[in-house]
């Protein structure tokens, strides 16, 4: 669009400045260096976002420009995409606004353009401006990554609000809020890019069609007779409430017409998803209940504690269902996405909405290209603590290649969670999980300088800023606008306009503060009784005109309503001051659209710097909103502020705003991902175990086969071997799942047998291995069975001698003897010297016993054993796969299976790794055979433990908790170690309740 079409004359020609003019030379930036690294860039957290970071830089100058590239720079410099916008192509002595507008926008678009022919075009050509590639030229040039053009970004809100009329098209409308994030969205859909965009996005709440209108009626016609009179009615009493409508019904035939309008809408093509439970759908249409449940869950514990509000305790009944629909609403959208989906697609996840979003997706194809973003602000460790189910929203983050921010503090924020929760190493730069590294990046999001300049001077909006110039003549105006929610600091605003007039009396009747504020759209705002914050606003309004006002002036103008756009740019231009005191913000683009609106006046820009905006505007007056007085002394220096000083400031601010924009933000968001893409290609992560898809694939096998390790998977590692005991719940969770038929459950441990009889030997159901196979018991069987009888023990001996020599230097150290095996212990010994000692007596013992003997030595956690070489689990896992194999063929008839429908595999350490490597033999057919011995989708391999580990697994749990809660979620055991006879789904857990709701697809009560 051209810009200058819209704007009326005479409205751009201030400051002209010819587009080629030669540049003149910008002085050097003085770039930071790298942040604190590891444990101080983790501890030493700040409070105020981004006022001492550099992190909006780094993408400030080109690769010939920029000398040190600061944070996050060793990746980039290593897996260049692109070159980054100069970064004073705004800045330019001279230039007018038009020119800076255009700049900017042009330069953002170049910027895209560069990132999309690294990645997909060919460097070869030097073509900067080519056409969208083709598929075939995408494979030729990236061919590891196999990268399409498409970009699925996932969204709760959809760019819409809709109207539902019966039978006819739906009415689409422009939502409220989010317009950067909507403006990324256009422009990514737009020509301007050779990315095909899709975004999948919930409906939103649907109201009940509106009924057609009765037409001429007679109700304002006088009764012809006294028995056509209306029926007096007692107006004291309340007429009787009709019964609410159950839901709203929306047949198939609407359904489709909308997905149809979405899907040829010219801006921005989405694909809907439908949120109800399976009992509120058919194949005639769906009928949607409790529309606001999707969204109670995010907004109610995740948007008030990211915003550093605390709950109450409660009885948690409420937040168990609430957790449920939040995990179920996910999981529609990982199913909506993966139909839409195609391998070298890039998914874009965005908001806490859909922060186990990733993670989803990654379980069920774990080689997708996933970004997330957040978009509000992310609290220290010390907050998200308070989150029960806050180590399964960081692992839903997790999923991710990369994780973006809009400031450098809640990155870091991000980052040390996920080591002090989590256990988790990480640094500055990412956190290593699951076998691989999930990159963390800083990404300040811009607004459409373009369109906000061409929307702020229409010829309407030029009308009403004359009517408010001539309304309010001399007087000074300081603008807010705001929503009307706690985080917004519309109080702390008042309470500090009323200190100003009160310290500076030569102010009163010559300033006006107009607050304009926006109903909040979060329900937990709405709904919040000891949070009167419309209440308490109102009151500091009439405190403050009561006090300073008069009958013909009021120094406080609040109008709590949404304002048209034309108003809302009016207000801003006409602005001499823009006061925003956000408490806790994540990127505040009023800020943004001030500074644009601002062009010609120069008001100044007061911020607060708790606001996701203060790290990027650094120019404007920071202030802290708690600080009254401090504030009231910052409206004072703007108010008398030279106007020179003024210019100078809104011309810097300028520049970043629309150098900076939302071409910018989506084009750099993108290079940063297709960087870490580029350096990771041959990395795959491990995904986290995806309950759900257990739990269906356990319900509908009729044979099933368990094998746990002991030590780290059904019990934590503990300092004293003797120690770990299994707990209550391990043994009922166990009990329970042997007790089915149809279950065959063993447990596969170093231990030696007499350990394992002592604590599980009264589960007569259970079958036992002991000392890494050397040992077998079958469940009911009461000898055991003795693998390595045959094998000469005479290395043992030596072994021995050796074990006791390094016993005698190690304090703390001990020797377990089993009867197949010899284990030296140095959990109780100095951790540096035992790790140390270890190692010698490993080379000792390789080049003394393992030259002459046919044993080998492993390394575990904190020991080192010795065994006979072909003794290992995966030896037993063959035995039993191919031996109940052989059992089941052998009695199959018509109707029963003739091999094992599940098979499930956990285990912690590499001497488990045996067992997935042998399971992973047996899910590939055979020479000779037709089919595997386990169907490849029916075998659940999972290690357990620490996320950095490279494994032969499948699935990934954190810690043995996890495994026990996997455990009870099949047998159908509470949380509290009963049965499922003696509490069930009410004292079960809100992950495995979620999961339940996932394959049930509503929440069960019984």
């Known amino acids: 669009m051209d810009q200058k079409a819209g704007a009326p004359n005479g409205a751009h020609q201030a400051d002209p400045a010819e587009p080629n003019a030669p540049r003149p030379n910008a002085p050097e930036r003085a770039e930071t260096i790298q942040p604190p690294h590891l444990d101080h860039a983790i501890t030493d957290v700040p409070v105020t976002p981004d006022i001492t970071s550099e992190a909006d830089k780094v993408d400030g100058a080109s690769g010939a420009e920029q000398s040190d590239l600061g944070y996050f ?14 970064p004073n192509i705004t800045n330019i002595q001279g230039q007018s606004f038009q020119n800076k507008v255009d700049t900017g926008a042009q330069e953002g678009q170049n910027y895209m353009r560069r990132v999309s022919v690294a990645v997909m075009g060919n460097p070869a050509t030097g073509n900067l401006n080519p056409a969208t590639p083709s598929m075939s030229e995408i494979r030729a040039i990236s061919p590891d990554l196999a990268l399409t053009s498409n970009i699925i970004s996932a969204t709760f809100n959809i760019p819409h609000s809709l109207k539902y009329h019966k039978g006819a098209d739906w009415e689409l409308t422009p939502r409220r809020g989010q317009s950067a994030l909507f403006d990324g969205f256009s422009y990514l859909s737009s020509d301007d890019t050779p990315w095909n965009h899709t975004v999948v996005a919930w409906t939103g709440e649907i109201d009940q069609p509106s009924e057609p209108s009765p037409g001429n009626t007679t109700a304002h016609l006088s009764a012809r007779n006294a028995l056509s009179k209306p029926v007096p009615i007692n107006g004291e009493k309340r007429p009787p409430t009709p019964p609410a409508a159950d839901g709203v019904w929306i047949p198939k035939a609407d359904m489709e017409r909308l997905e149809s309008q979405l899907s040829h809408h010219k801006k921005i093509k989405t694909v809907p998803v439908w949120l109800a439970d399976d009992a509120e759908g058919s194949q005639d249409g769906i009928r949607l209940k409790d529309q606001a449940r999707w969204r109670r869950y995010a907004e109610h514990d995740l948007y008030t504690l990211f915003h550093y509000k605390q709950h109450e305790p409660t009885d948690g009944r409420a937040e168990r269902v609430q957790w449920a629909d939040y995990f179920r609403m996910n999981l529609k959208f990982a199913n909506k996405i993966l139909e839409v989906y195609k391998p070298g697609d890039i998914v874009i996840v965005h908001d806490y909405n859909l922060m186990l979003l990733p993670s989803m997706l990654r379980q069920r194809a774990p080689h997708m290209y996933i970004a997330f973003f957040l978009h509000s602000p992310f609290p220290s460790s010390e907050f998200l603590r308070c989150l029960p189910r806050r180590k399964e929203v960081l692992e839903g983050v997790l999923g991710a290649n990369l994780v973006g921010f809009q400031s450098y503090s809640y990155s870091r924020h991000f980052a040390s969670c996920c080591t002090r929760i989590l256990g988790f190493p990480s640094d500055s730069s990412g956190v290593d999980a699951y076998g691989s590294r999930v990159e963390v990046g800083v990404f300040p999001i811009g607004i459409d300088a373009t369109k906000v300049a061409n929307l702020a001077w229409t010829d309407s909006v030029n009308e009403k800023y004359e009517a408010l110039k001539a309304m309010y003549g001399n007087k000074k105006l ?51 009784p000891e949070d009167k914050i419309s209440s308490r606003v109102n009151e500091l309004v009439m405190k403050i005109n009561g006090a300073y006002g008069s009958i013909g002036f009021s120094p406080v103008l609040h109008y709590p309503q949404y304002i048209s756009q034309d108003e809302y740019f009016a207000l801003l231009r006409v602005a001499d001051i823009g006061l925003i005191t956000s408490v806790r913000d994540g990127m505040n683009t009023t800020s943004l659209e001030y500074v644009i609106c601002q062009r010609q006046s120069a008001g100044p820009l007061i911020l607060s710097e708790f606001s996701g905006t203060a790290g990027s505007l650094k120019d404007a007056i920071h202030i802290n909103p708690w600080d009254l007085s401090g504030v009231a002394a910052e409206i004072n220096n703007a108010l008398t502020m030279p106007q020179a000083k003024r210019e100078a400031m809104e011309q810097s601010l300028l520049a970043h705003v629309t150098s900076k924009n939302v071409q910018f933000w989506i084009a750099g968001f993108l290079r940063r991902l297709v960087t870490v893409l580029g350096s990771r290609r041959n990395v795959t992560a491990t995904p986290l175990l995806d309950r759900s898809d257990l739990l269906l694939k356990y319900r509908a096998a009729k044979k099933r ?13 503990v300092r004293e071997p003797s120690a770990a005991i299994p707990s209550e719940r391990v043994i009922s969770s166990l009990k329970a799942l042997a007790a089915d038929d149809r279950n065959a459950v063993w447990i596969i441990s170093g231990r030696d047998q007499e350990f394992l009889m002592h604590h599980l030997g009264h589960i007569k159901e259970l079958g036992f291995s002991a000392e890494h196979g050397s040992f077998m018991k079958h469940p009911g069987a009461a000898e055991w069975e003795n693998l390595a009888e045959t094998f000469d023990m005479g290395w043992q001996k030596e072994v021995l001698e050796v074990f006791q020599k390094y016993t005698d230097r190690v304090p703390g150290s001990f020797i377990e003897q089993k009867r197949c095996a010899l284990t030296w212990h140095y959990r109780l010994a100095d951790p540096e010297q035992g790790v140390h000692m270890s190692h010698e007596c490993s080379k000792e013992l390789e080049n003394t016993v393992g030259r002459k003997w046919d044993v080998e030595v492993m390394a575990g956690k904190a020991n080192l054993e010795v065994r006979p070489t072909f003794i290992n689990k995966g030896e037993i896992v063959k035995r039993l796969v191919t031996t109940y194999n052989a059992e089941m063929r052998a009695l199959a008839s018509e109707g029963t299976p003739d091999k094992i429908e599940f098979v499930l595999c956990m285990g912690d350490d590499f001497t488990d790794e045996d067992m997935f490597r042998s399971l992973n033999g047996l899910s590939q057919p055979a020479d000779g055979q037709a089919a595997p011995e386990v169907a490849p989708e029916e075998c659940f391999t999972v290690t357990v433990g620490a996320s950095t580990k490279v494994t032969l697994a499948r699935w990934h749990l954190l810690e043995p908790e996890d495994v026990i809660e996997c455990v009870a979620l099949l047998a159908g055991v509470g949380g509290s170690g009963t049965g499922a006879t003696s509490g069930g789904v009410l004292s079960m857990g809100e992950v495995n309740l979620a999961a339940l709701s996932a394959v049930e697809d509503r929440i069960p009560t019984e």
Do not use: C
């Open 478 to 528: 300081i603008v807010g606008r705001d929503r009307l929610d706690s985080v917004r600091g519309v109080a702390q605003k008042l309470m500090a306009f009323e200190r100003f007039l009160e310290l500076y009396p030569e102010w009163r009747d010559k300033v006006v503060l107009i607050q304009v504020t926006s109903p909040t759209n979060i329900e937990e705002e709405k709904d919040d």
């Open 705 to 717: 086969l368990f094998m746990f390790d002991y030590d780290g998977t059904l019990t934590p590692i």
């Open 73 to 86: 720079s060793r990746h980039e410099a290593d897996h260049a995409v692109a070159a980054s916008p100069a």
